[in-house]
């Protein structure tokens, strides 16, 4: 945000923060946050280059629409399908355990 527009919101009584102030997240779940998107964009990297949604869908039993939904970070999916499916693309543990490591929380 420019500074003239980031101004003109304040003298109206707008307030300027992050999503985890406005959310007011703990640093725990600020982090759980930053984990999960994390390995959904590296879900999807990877999986890009090797197949298909439908067909990373079927290899863990799941759904395409759910697979897109972990790709793209909703909230409803969680950690323990995000690895499935990263295990299913070839991540080692090391792989996923470098990507939580890498997060900045």
Sequence with gaps: MDQLKRERLEAKGGKIGTATEFLEL?????????????????????????????????????SQPRIAHAENGDASVSIELLIRAMLATGATPQDIGQIIASVQG
């Design 26 to 62: 703990t640093p725990e779940e600020a982090a759980l946050v930053e984990i999960k998107l994390a390995l959904s964009r590296n879900l999807k990297v990877r999986r890009q280059n090797l197949m298909t949604q439908t067909e990373l869908a079927t290899k863990i039993h799941s």
